[in-house]
């Protein structure tokens, strides 16, 4: 149980134009969902925290024109990444908690995004 | 603010023992997780202390102690499938967010 689906897992774009990725909980209802950023190498950044129903909690540094989550029920999120330049690109992964988990969230497969 | 410091890198041959440590400065959280993450794909969760003291989940421990702002991860037996990257992380009080240590990437040699 707990499977979190991505889609796409991979996909290249070129600069200025949008980019939508999904984030689906499979097999339950996720009350939240965050939405990471990874460099290779480097550690999981949170970007922003979207509960259903209601407008996202973007970390500091984050720019919420640029990176447009919707939450539109509880088991889909969207993070659009809009006009899109190759410093965007990088490795997005969301994940998901239930209201009954007090510590685990179950994340994606990850996006893969390059903007040429 | 909350960060959480792990070597960047360790390595070891398979069989062996590795310890990975995390040290943290944080305001207040419910507890420590582990998670690990092959290169490419998604975090999978591994362990959780809420309290001070050892947890054990088969070959994998893991450890904290609030008191002095530390925890780690013990890998016993070691094989190459553990060739990846560990991140302790923890759930801040008060919001659903996990807020991830710098990461350390275990690499297993035969």
């Known amino acids: 149980g707990a499977v979190v689906s991505q889609h796409p897992s991979r996909v290249i774009c070129k600069s200025g134009t949008s980019v939508k990725i999904e984030c689906r909980s499979l097999?339950?209802?996720?009350?939240?969902m965050f939405w990471y950023r990874q460099f290779p190498k480097k550690s999981l950044m949170l970007m922003a925290t979207s509960n259903e129903g209601s407008k996202a909690t973007y970390e500091q540094g984050v720019e919420k024109d640029k990176f447009l989550i919707n939450h539109a029920s509880l088991t889909l999120s969207t993070l659009t990444v809009t006009s899109a330049h190759p410093e965007d690109s990088s490795f997005y992964i969301c994940?998901?908690?239930?209201?009954?988990?007090?510590?685990?969230?179950?994340f994606g497969p990850g996006t893969r995004l390059t903007v040429t | 603010g909350q960060s959480l410091e792990q070597p960047s890198e360790v390595t070891a041959v398979e069989g062996a023992i590795v310890q990975i440590n995390c040290t943290y400065q944080t305001s207040g959280f419910y507890g420590l997780s582990w998670y690990q993450q092959h290169d490419g794909g998604a975090p999978t969760f591994l362990s959780y202390?809420?309290?001070?003291g050892l947890e054990e989940t088969g070959r994998f421990s893991s450890f904290l102690s609030r008191s002095d702002s530390y925890g780690y991860l013990l890998l016993q037996e070691l094989q190459m499938k553990d060739s990846a990257s560990y991140f302790c992380a923890v759930k801040v009080y008060n919001t659903d967010k996990l807020i991830f240590g710098t990461g350390t990437r275990l690499q297993v040699f035969p």
């Open positions: 097999d339950f209802q996720a009350t939240t």
């Open positions: 202390n809420a309290l001070d």
């Open positions: 994940s998901a908690s239930t209201s009954g988990s007090a510590y685990e969230q179950y």
